[in-house]
């Protein structure tokens, strides 16, 4: 089992910057970040492997950045020039070796225009 501790989130103005962090309480091989919006699906918005590899949303490339430390079992999201319609409710994920998934509780991000 794993636990995920999400911090970070809040309300900011349009072209605002947010960082959102994740600790887990163990290694594991891949974290990232998605988002749900009211009455939507949700989605992926990045993730990194323990190795660095980064995978992100089309909408949110250049905008945002994902990076880890290993050492702290800690995934970070950089969000820059946020835009109106990234107000979601951000989640953190992780993924074992085995493919399982973990969610955190959800932290919710509001972009005022």
């Known amino acids: 089992q794993v636990q995920l501790v999400e911090s970070g989130g809040g309300l900011v103005q349009a072209g605002g910057s947010l960082r959102l962090s994740c600790a887990a309480s163990r290694s594991i091989l891949i974290m990232g970040w998605f988002r749900q919006a009211p009455g939507k699906q949700r989605d992926l918005v990045a993730q990194?492997?323990?190795?660095?590899?980064?995978n992100y949303a089309d909408s949110v490339k250049g905008r945002f950045t994902i990076s880890r430390d290993n050492a702290k079992n800690t995934v970070y999201l950089q969000m820059n020039s946020l835009k109106p319609e990234d107000t979601a409710v951000y989640y953190c994920n992780a993924k074992s070796l085995a493919l399982v998934n973990y969610w955190g509780q959800g932290t919710q991000v509001t972009v005022s225009s």
């Open positions: 990194i492997s323990s190795s660095g590899n980064t």
